[in-house]
């Protein structure tokens, strides 16, 4: 599976962004599929995810409320709809998916394919 993450950019605060993360190669409907940040020396953390069949989401706390994932698979595609941006936003943003696994879908090490990560900056 190839995952492409794609739509980050500047923003001011306060404002809203939508990531799109893009898979081929494999039934994209069969995946769970999660989003992760990391913002500059700190590690990676968990932001978003949602389940193979889209009927449980889960977030992060720091998110909660502004963050939305979402899915496609019609078109391989998840979203990640950013409302109320903070500055402490600011991180690479990476897509991530997985394939049937008991582990938590905070835990970054169940994914099995990740996108290359695009940036997001929130301004002050």
């Known amino acids: 599976v190839q995952l492409q993450a794609f739509g980050g950019g500047l923003v001011q605060a306060g404002g809203s962004l939508r990531l799109s993360c893009a898979a081929s190669g494999r039934t994209f409907s069969s995946f769970g599929l999660g989003w992760f940040r990391q913002a500059p020396g700190k590690e990676r953390e968990f932001v978003a995810a949602?389940?193979?069949?889209?009927?449980?989401?889960y977030y992060a706390d720091s998110v909660k409320g502004r963050f939305t994932i979402s899915r496609d698979n019609a078109k391989n595609t998840v979203y990640l709809q950013m409302n109320s941006l903070k500055p402490e936003d600011t991180a690479v943003y990476y897509c991530?998916?997985?394939?049937?696994?008991?582990?938590?879908?905070?835990?970054?090490?169940?994914?099995?394919?990740w996108g290359q990560g695009t940036q997001v900056t929130v301004s002050s």
């Open positions: 991530a998916a997985r394939y049937y696994t008991r582990m938590s879908y905070t835990d970054s090490p169940s994914y099995d394919y």
């Open positions: 949602m389940s193979w069949g889209g009927s449980s989401t």
